[in-house]
């Protein structure tokens, strides 16, 4: 296979995608997603000699028939599998210590993933100046809320109709008439 240095890398970055994205991971077994993340992010996957479906039928090969997972040894022998597909006319020994190396360079990446805001979600949820409708009319121009006056209409038994501007002048107006 390779030496002792090769193998503990390896191992290292086996054990690196086998975590990555599941907290409930051992490190011991490697998934069918994090194989193909391993072979994007280490630069396996040259869209030429191989290809995200060679990827997919090498796992199949080296898997248990009923099983979704790989081990370590399996994984190995995907990587050799591999190496003669994406290294062609080299020797299998020189096949399988680039691809090694490309292995050993490489950790799993966060690019193109959706970043978190800056701002707290709550700042943006709470920022009064940003509400429209009937949501803006519950704060005054300060953002501090109106409480219940903002939350419902009160009743007012007057006798006038509901914002009604002149509500309150009807005795003044028939003095002058009497």
């Excluded at 072979?39 to 199949?60: A, E, H, L, Q």
């Excluded at 100046?129 to 409480?147: A, I, L, P």
């Excluded at 006038?160 to 008439?177: H, P, Q």
Aim: proline share 1%.
């Amino acid at each position: 296979m390779a030496d002792s240095i090769d193998h503990v890398d390896l191992l290292a970055v086996f054990r690196q995608f086998a975590i990555h994205g599941d907290t409930k991971a051992t490190g011991n077994e490697l998934n069918g997603k994090n194989w193909a993340k391993l072979c994007k992010d280490c630069k396996i996957i040259d869209g030429k000699n191989v290809t995200g479906t060679d990827v997919d039928i090498v796992f199949s090969k080296v898997k248990q028939k009923s099983s979704r997972i790989i081990t370590f040894e399996e994984f190995q022998l995907a990587l050799e599998e591999l190496a003669s597909q994406r290294f062609k006319g080299k020797s299998h020994e020189e096949a399988l210590q680039s691809i090694f190396r490309l292995v050993a360079s490489g950790a799993p990446s966060n690019l193109s993933v959706t970043k978190t805001s800056k701002a707290g979600g709550v700042d943006r949820l709470t920022d009064t100046s940003r509400y429209t409708g009937t949501h803006k009319e519950r704060f005054d121009q300060s953002g501090k809320g109106k409480g219940r006056e903002g939350r419902e209409d009160i009743v007012t038994n007057t006798g006038y109709v509901a914002a009604y501007k002149d509500a309150g002048t009807y005795d003044t107006k028939m003095k002058d008439f009497k």
